[in-house]
């Protein structure tokens, strides 16, 4: 039976909802979009990439024909997506939605994407080639210990389980000669002020979180996530080393490589997706400046987005 439509925005400011994978986010904003003449913008650093469904739980062909998606299937595995070409793809897709009188839904869990639309990004080097290449052959250890050395700032925030961002902070501080702590930039473009943004993020009790994780991660593989890597592989998926950082894929990689049998890499798989989530959780408490609802098991999506508006 379909529900009542929820009462209407009173503008069509975006909406920012946020929180670790498997939380629910993606289910909520689909019915509040679905109730409110709203459009989703996925904020997820892997789902912009082709190919990569099953395993980023990209929302499925079903729930974009009930609301339109942007930012989904934007680039090949061969190439490169970083925070600026986010910015740009989410702010052409914001104006587009609201210049249609409908809402942008921001939905996702990259911290960095999310900060770098709402805050900006600093007017950072671009990536050299030659030093990058250096950078990716050393020993994560080595560039956490230079970035401790030469920016303690940045050292203490930085995700030290993402080698991509601690080689981007080690290379700026090397081409610039300064702290990249400290490169700030003025937004040059109309930017979401603090008092015109709703920014939620969700969370769960630990256990329920853990259980729901367990959960889509055996889904995935009953849906075909190893035979959905194999396929990639062969479309370059090994050479980008971007999408290799997706949880999920480098496992299964590694078990088509031999390195260990399906059943721990299943078990792998979910001990990464938990880590990750309260990586998530993390990041959004120190960074996020967004207001926190914490789900229980028994809420559904209808009724948490009734709640946004009570």
């Given at each position: ?5 929820l009462?209407?925005?009173?503008s ?7 929180g ?15 109730r ?76 960095l ?37 030469r ?16 080689i ?12 990249f ?14 008092t ?8 769960r ?20 996530l ?8 062969q ?49 959004f ?19 948490t987005?009734?709640?946004l508006?009570?």
């Open positions: 039976m379909a529900q009542p439509p009462p209407a925005a009173s069509p400011l975006p909406i920012f909802i946020a670790p994978t498997a939380v629910g986010k993606s289910a909520i904003a689909l019915t509040l979009a679905e409110m003449g709203g459009e989703i913008i996925s904020v997820d650093s892997m789902q912009v990439y082709r190919g990569l469904d099953i395993g980023t739980a990209k929302p499925s062909s079903a729930e974009r024909g009930r609301v339109p998606h942007h930012l989904l299937d934007v680039c090949d595995l061969h190439e490169a997506f970083d925070a600026a070409q986010f910015i740009q793809g989410a702010q052409g897709a914001a104006a587009d939605i609201q210049s249609r009188g409908k809402v942008p839904i921001f939905c996702g869990g990259t911290g994407y999310f900060k770098a639309f709402l805050d900006g990004i600093g007017e950072a080097p671009a990536a050299d080639e030659t030093l990058r290449a250096e950078l990716e052959a050393a020993p994560i250890t080595a560039l956490l210990q230079e970035l401790c050395e920016d303690p700032e940045a050292y203490g925030k930085i995700d030290k389980q993402n080698p991509r961002r601690v981007r902070a080690v290379e700026v501080i090397r081409l610039t000669g300064k702290k702590s400290e490169q700030r930039a003025a937004w040059t473009t109309q930017r979401v002020g603090a015109e943004r709703k920014f939620i993020c969700f969370q009790p630990a256990e329920d979180l853990h259980r729901r994780i367990n959960i889509r991660v055996d889904e995935m593989f009953q849906c075909g190893v035979e959905e890597t194999r396929g990639l592989l479309r370059g998926l090994a050479e980008n080393r971007f999408a290799m950082q997706a949880i999920g894929y480098r496992q299964v990689v590694e078990h088509l490589r031999g390195e260990r049998p399906l059943a721990e890499t299943i078990e792998l798989v979910k001990i990464r997706t938990r880590q990750f989530a309260k990586r998530q959780l993390t990041w408490r120190r960074h996020g400046n967004c207001e926190w609802i914490e789900l229980k098991p028994e809420d559904s999506p209808h009724d987005a009734a709640r508006f009570q």
